[in-house]
Each structure stands twice: as structure tokens, then as C-alpha cells.
T-cell receptor
Framework: DTGVSQNPRHKITKRGQNVTFRCDPI?????LYWYRQTLGQGPEFLTY????????KSRLLSDRFSAERPKGSFSTLEIQRTEQGDSAMYLC????????????FGPGTRLLVL | AQTVTQSQPEMSVQEAETVTLSCTYD???????LFWYKQPPSRQMILVIR??????QNATENRFSVNFQKAAKSFSLKISDSQLGDAAMYFC????????????FGTGTLLAVQP
């Protein structure tokens, strides 16, 4: 049973560049979540999908952020025109669509914007 | 809006001893779920234990147990017979039973286990 995987694990970019992260959920999970975690803080919710539909977005998800899950399987999170404040760990989680279902997290992508 | 507070930024425990991590939350909802997640250094977050608010019985998973006090909005985690591998950041999280599926996390407690 493979868990949630994320690629790349680390990304260093220059301010103003675009970056894209990928998340592959646990295969039978139809829900997929993105969170952002800054140093010394707990993860903060960004957005979530049920199958290919994006059902909820946080106000943290500015216009420079876009997430997709085109076929209801893997998801991508793109950040355009990166800023230094975007430096964080980006976590992906997946779950089944049951009541109170547990979310299983991937290892995260650590982004550093120079 | 719901909030989760972990007032202990760091805790330390001797190997084989017991430690309790505190968590309080604020909500106006009556139905929700509470979780404790463990995040070891440079490793992914894993679920330790979960509690449904409608259940009066406190959840237990091997050496891990919770003290869920709904009226007080308190959800503490007790780790018995602490092991070196328990050293990690521990996050308390809240999830509504309503339409939203997002987890709301506290700021975490860094647990050190002394040999």
C-alpha cells in the first residue's frame, strides 16, 4: 500500500519565477487536500478536491495560486510570480469521502524563494 | 471561526515515563472530530489518534490515549511508557462534521524524549 507521494521534495527558486508541485494520493482516495506549513506553525488549509471538483478554497489561496486535479487522480499546485513569503512546506493529504475520514499526509514539498 | 490552541511549545519526558500534551479548541458546533498528528523531524505527518465528539468514551491506541472534555473544549494526549521514537512535533487538529473538510491545526508541541 503506497502512501501519498509528493514531488519534488525540495524546490529552490528565484522570486518572480513560477513553480509547480505534484501530489499523488493514495489510489482509492477520492479527496485530496493542500496545506501550507511555515516554520513553527501548524499546517494551514489551502484547498481541497473531491474527485476532479475543487470544492473549497481558502482565502490564503491568492490569485497567484492555482490547483488542479484534472482526472481525479493526481493534483498539481502552481504558484505564479513567487514571492519570498511563499517560502514554506506545501503538504498534500488524501482521504476517502466518509464521515470524519482521516486525512493521510505526504512528505511535503519544501519551497525556498530567494 | 474555530481555533485550536496548544499552549506548550516544548515538552520533555524521560524514556519510559508518561507525558501529557494539552490542546484546547473553540467552536460553536456540537458535532466534530479531533485528531492528534505526529510529525517527526524531516518526516511526514502521521495520525496518532482521533476522537469523535459524539463519543463519550476517550479514544485509546496502544500507549496513546486522550482525555476529551467536551464541555471544557479540551483534548489532551497522554503518552505512556515514552520511547525515543516518540520524539516529534505533535499537532492537535479539529475538523467540523459539517460541510467543510479542512483540518484546523494548533501550533504544535515539540516533544523531546530523554534517554
Amino acid at each position: 500500500d503506497t502512501g501519498v507521494s509528493q514531488n519534488p521534495r525540495h524546490k529552490i527558486t528565484k522570486r518572480g519565477q513560477n513553480v509547480t508541485f505534484r501530489c499523488d494520493p493514495i489510489s482509492e482516495h477520492n479527496r485530496l487536500y493542500w496545506y501550507r506549513q511555515t516554520l513553527g506553525q501548524g499546517p494551514e488549509f489551502l484547498t481541497y478536491f473531491q474527485n476532479e471538483a475543487q470544492l473549497e478554497k481558502s482565502r490564503l489561496l491568492s490569485d497567484r495560486f492555482s490547483a488542479e486535479r484534472p482526472k481525479g487522480s493526481f493534483s498539481t499546485l502552481e504558484i505564479q510570480r513567487t514571492e519570498q513569503g511563499d517560502s514554506a512546506m506545501y503538504l498534500c493529504a488524501s482521504s476517502l469521502s466518509l464521515g470524519g475520514e482521516t486525512q493521510y499526509f505526504g512528505p511535503g514539498t519544501r519551497l525556498l524563494v530567494l | 471561526a474555530q481555533t485550536v490552541t496548544q499552549s506548550q511549545p516544548e515538552m520533555s519526558v524521560q524514556e519510559a515515563e508518561t507525558v501529557t500534551l494539552s490542546c484546547t479548541y473553540d467552536t460553536s458546533e456540537s458535532d466534530y472530530y479531533l485528531f492528534w498528528y505526529k510529525q517527526p523531524p524531516s518526516r511526514q505527518m502521521i495520525l496518532v489518534i482521533r476522537q469523535e465528539a459524539y463519543k463519550q468514551q476517550n479514544a485509546t491506541e496502544n500507549r496513546f490515549s486522550v482525555n476529551f472534555q467536551k464541555a471544557a473544549k479540551s483534548f489532551s494526549l497522554k503518552i505512556s511508557d515514552s520511547q525515543l521514537g516518540d520524539a516529534a512535533m505533535y499537532f492537535c487538529a479539529y475538523r467540523s462534521a459539517g460541510a467543510t473538510n479542512k483540518l484546523i491545526f494548533g501550533t504544535g508541541t515539540l516533544l523531546a524524549v530523554q534517554p
